[in-house]
């Protein structure tokens, strides 16, 4: 399945309108987590090395089972940045280009806000 850029532009665009609306520090950096997934853990890995390739932090993969009783695989791509549209659209488009070329999912990306609660 490819992932939808558009989407997750407009996606990120929002994030980042609402974090500014509720206060963030435009000249603070931000813990950017940016979320994979798939059934397919060669897939994912892959996915992984191309992202450390350009520079992203990537954490160990998780796995779970869905409602149906599948198994997925996630993992998030971290990386640390001022809270700019501008920046997160190019690492939005980084992240959708990375996830197509390797066949896995990207749900986009999040951060944490005020009280450590995840927006």
Excluded at 16 to 21: D, F, G, K, P
Excluded at 71 to 86: G, M, N, Q, T, Y
Excluded at 106 to 118: A, L, P, S
């Amino acid at each position: 399945m490819a992932n939808n850029l558009n989407e997750l532009i407009a996606q990120s665009d929002e994030t980042v309108e609402a974090l500014l609306s509720d206060g963030a520090d435009t000249e603070q950096k931000f813990t950017i987590e940016h979320h994979l997934v798939s059934s397919d853990f060669t897939k994912l890995e892959k996915a992984a090395v191309e992202l450390v390739k350009v520079g992203y932090h990537v954490d160990d993969a998780d796995e779970f089972e869905t409602d149906d009783g599948a198994r997925i695989f996630a993992f998030a791509a971290v990386s640390e940045v001022k809270l700019d549209a501008e920046i997160l659209r190019m690492q939005t488009k980084e992240v959708t280009d990375i996830a197509n070329l390797t066949g896995v999912d990207y749900d986009g990306w999040g951060t944490y806000f005020g009280d450590d609660e995840e927006e």
